[in-house]
């Protein structure tokens, strides 16, 4: 079992950043994929990114592809988003998650075997 605490939202102008962090416990995040995903009112849960267990691999979203950037640092059991140049339309519950599969940037959510309970970013214009 892994447990996931997401921490960093927070209400931010457009054109600002923000930085998230998952901390995980219960065994070691270098077993798993991390991934991030958001949420807003009304839609789908939308795929942000994904880092493979050593960090060499990341992929993500379109609509963040140059302006959020993923990170891990496996000793401290820590995933971070760095969100940049933010957007109005970046408003939703952010979640991380963690993946057992071998998928190299897992993008669907049911790749995903834990979830953290999510922290709000909202973006004003």
């Known amino acids: 079992q892994v447990q996931l605490v997401e921490s960093g939202g927070g209400l931010v102008q457009a054109g600002g950043s923000l930085r998230l962090s998952c901390a995980a416990s219960?065994?070691?995040?270098?077993?798993?994929?991390m991934g991030w995903f958001r949420q807003a009112p009304g839609k789908e849960r939308e795929f942000v990114a994904a880092i493979n267990r050593s960090g060499g691999v990341t992929g993500y979203g379109d609509s963040v592809q140059g302006r959020f950037a993923i990170s891990r640092d496996n000793v401290k059991n820590t995933a971070y988003l760095q969100m940049n140049t933010l957007k109005s339309e970046d408003t939703a519950v952010y979640y991380c998650a963690a993946s057992a599969a071998f998928c190299g940037n897992c993008r669907l959510p049911n790749q995903y075997n834990y979830w953290g309970q999510g922290t709000q970013v909202t973006v004003s214009s």
């Open positions: 219960g065994r070691a995040l270098s077993n798993y994929v």
